[in-house]
């Protein structure tokens, strides 16, 4: 087996590692600094600024599908990217990038929520984690119903990274009890919300080790209701990761605003 680096992946990490040297480890002072203030490491601004540098010089969705404008560079590639980029402490992610959750929705979910986080447009985060449970779906206690066309979402969530900063969330809840009590892991669902359309978000942020905030999300912790735009059916939790049963598809419920 030749685990010598091919000359296309040596380009890249080169092309890489000029790229972290000349605009990134420059503003470790400035990374430190802002961090003892209690500041983000760095500015939205200065945050779009690097990923349109890197855009230009062919870096965007490192490992996103041609088809939605990504470079697909595939996973050695990116484990050549992100090595370089660790070697630096300044916190930054080349854009063009979306969670793999979103594309397995339908297409107008993805036109409203993965085409412009790809773009750059739309942030998102993502919610599992509870005040009593981590990120294993095994303990979480958030449930939906369905009421009517809509869907009733009761729990909180708390520890979102990048939370306060999302434009949209994506929210797991036990759909089906019963065999989420059996199972451990499946009878759950992936809903997917408009800021404007969740609870209480925490005004509180706390930056830890220069990353993206880590905020609170109360998603009716009281007896109160709340209606989510949209939701991905049959969505599981596995030891793969989050899926998808091929051919899967719902109609988008009709959304009723609630004070929650």
């Not at 600094?33 to 540098?53: A, T």
Request: one cysteine or more; charged letters at 25%.
């Amino acid at each position: 087996m030749d685990l010598r680096l091919t000359e296309e992946q040596r380009m890249v990490q080169s092309t890489i590692r000029r790229f972290v040297e000349k605009e990134l480890m420059p503003l470790e002072n400035d990374v430190l600094r802002n961090e003892l203030e209690g500041k983000p490491s760095l500015s939205i601004e200065k945050v779009n600024e690097l990923q349109n540098k890197a855009k230009d010089a062919g870096f965007w969705g490192i490992n996103t599908p041609a088809e939605y404008g990504g470079a697909n560079l595939g996973q050695m590639m990116l484990a050549i990217v992100l090595m370089e980029v660790s070697k630096t402490f300044v916190p930054f992610s080349f854009g063009g990038s979306a969670d793999i959750i979103l594309y397995r929705a339908n297409d107008a979910q993805k036109e409203k929520y993965l085409l412009p986080t790809i773009a750059g447009d739309k942030k998102s985060c993502f919610a599992i984690t509870e005040p009593g449970a981590g990120s294993d779906t095994q303990n979480i206690k958030m449930t939906a119903f369905k009421d009517g066309d809509e869907w009733v979402l009761n729990g909180e969530k708390t520890f979102i990274t990048g939370g306060n900063e999302a434009d949209f969330v994506m929210v797991i809840a036990i759909t089906d009890r019963q065999l989420h009590e059996r199972t451990g892991r499946e009878g759950v669902t992936c809903f997917i919300a408009d800021r404007t359309m969740v609870g209480r978000p925490n005004t509180s942020t706390r930056w830890v080790n220069g990353d993206r905030p880590l905020s609170s999300l109360m998603m009716c912790a009281y007896p109160r209701r709340i209606f989510l735009v949209t939701f991905i059916k049959g969505m599981t939790l596995g030891s793969s990761g989050l899926v998808l049963p091929a051919g899967s598809s719902e109609q988008e419920p009709s959304v009723r605003r609630s004070d929650c």
